[in-house]
């Protein structure tokens, strides 16, 4: 018995689907060769040395990052909170790329090798401006090849609640007379925030 429906392919598998599990997959080799080549040359001490002692700096490291990150979110609010005259403070010296620090750090604290490696680049600052600048300007890229409806837009669609008198779209839902008790007019209601 047919339907007349011609049946359909299932769905193609996007790119990303494929390669990332198999990228996962010959990372985690390329981690477990490396470490068994520096063991066997140097000592399975030395080896365990260097994990330990990766973890426990990328532990710091990410530390330090989080507290100057929280350090500067506190101050942006006190002067967003006390009004401080004149435009609002750039960022301090030394505080930008906490994003690649805190990266760094996490890179630090994964076992491995070659995430040690990874992380320790994640620290040096020309390194950290130039991954900085180069995810900013793939942000923007996309941001503003964002179709209506994507997550470009939603930044534009949350923003309902205008100050001007603007009129945003929204949708009314009526209560019908007989399905609801009248309610009378109590005065403005606190907005929903």
Known sequence: MTTG????????RSRARTLVPLAIAAWLLAEIWLLIT???????????ALLVGGAVLGGYVIKRAGRRAFRNLTE??????YGAAGPVAGPQPGSEGNTFTMLGGLLLMV?????????????????????????ERSLEKRMRAARPGSLGDAFQ?????QPDGKVVQGEV?????????YREDRGPRPPLT
């Open 157 to 161: 669609q949350a923003r309902m609640h």
């Open 5 to 12: 429906i011609p049946p359909s392919a299932p769905p193609k």
């Open 111 to 135: 076992p491995g090798l070659l995430s040690d490696v990874l992380g320790l680049l994640c620290l040096v600052p020309p390194v950290r401006k130039a991954l900085g600048r180069y995810a």
């Open 38 to 48: 520096v063991a066997s040359a140097a000592g399975g001490l030395t080896v365990l």
């Open 76 to 81: 942006t609010l006190q002067q967003q909170q």
């Open 173 to 181: 839902i009526r209560e019908d007379a007989g399905s609801a008790p």
